[in-house]
């Protein structure tokens, strides 16, 4: 079964930092990009960054770039989602998803997101 556990998420202030994982289970991890998506209340999901499968490969999309870095651990088949000068319009559920692969964009495609995670931003 395959399983994708997102966690880490909580309250912070804006400026502050968090760091997300995305645990992979029923997969063989290091086949599969993953991506990390987050949904604001009552907007479209919003696809932020991805890695590739060898994780030597990522991308953000511009509304995090420079504040947030993704990183993979292979021994514990978990991705990172590393997210500093958090702003008030990053309050979302961020979810992970298995996507084909990471190319300079989240076209993946993906076809599996786990549970999310909440990250609230206070002003």
């Known amino acids: 079964e395959v399983q994708l556990q997102a966690s880490g998420g909580g309250l912070v202030q804006a400026g502050g930092s968090l760091r997300l994982s995305c645990v992979a289970s029923?997969?063989?991890?290091?086949?599969?990009?993953i991506g990390w998506f987050r949904q604001a209340p009552g907007k479209e999901r919003e696809g932020i960054s991805c890695?590739?499968?060898?994780?030597?490969?990522?991308y953000y999309s511009d509304s995090v770039k420079g504040r947030f870095t993704i990183s993979k651990d292979f021994a514990k088949n978990t991705v990172y989602l590393q997210m500093n000068s958090l702003k008030p319009e990053d309050t979302a559920v961020y979810s992970c998803?298995?996507?084909?692969?990471?190319?300079?964009?989240?076209?993946?495609?993906?076809?599996?997101w786990g549970q999310g995670t909440l990250v609230t931003v206070s002003s």
């Open positions: 998803g298995r996507g084909w692969e990471c190319r300079g964009n989240m076209d993946g495609p993906y076809d599996f």
């Open positions: 029923g997969i063989t991890f290091d086949d599969w990009g």
């Open positions: 890695i590739s499968s060898k994780g030597d490969s990522t």
